[in-house]
């Protein structure tokens, strides 16, 4: 993996926690956020799974 990868997937892995974190802050005690986390989890899989595979993969060839 190179650094460029890993300085994006720790950026990545950082705003999308801190991003939850303060989500479940404000949102407590509100069912609002049980239906908020599913779409949030989908944007923090996007940028910490999808888009590294994908510029993995586009550099291997």
Known sequence: MSRTMSVY???AV????AILAASALILRGTPLFGQLLPILGAG???F???VPGMLTRSGQR
């Open 9 to 11: 997937l720790a950026s």
């Open 14 to 17: 950082v705003v999308w926690a």
């Open 44 to 46: 923090a899989a996007w």
């Open 48 to 50: 910490v799974v999808i």
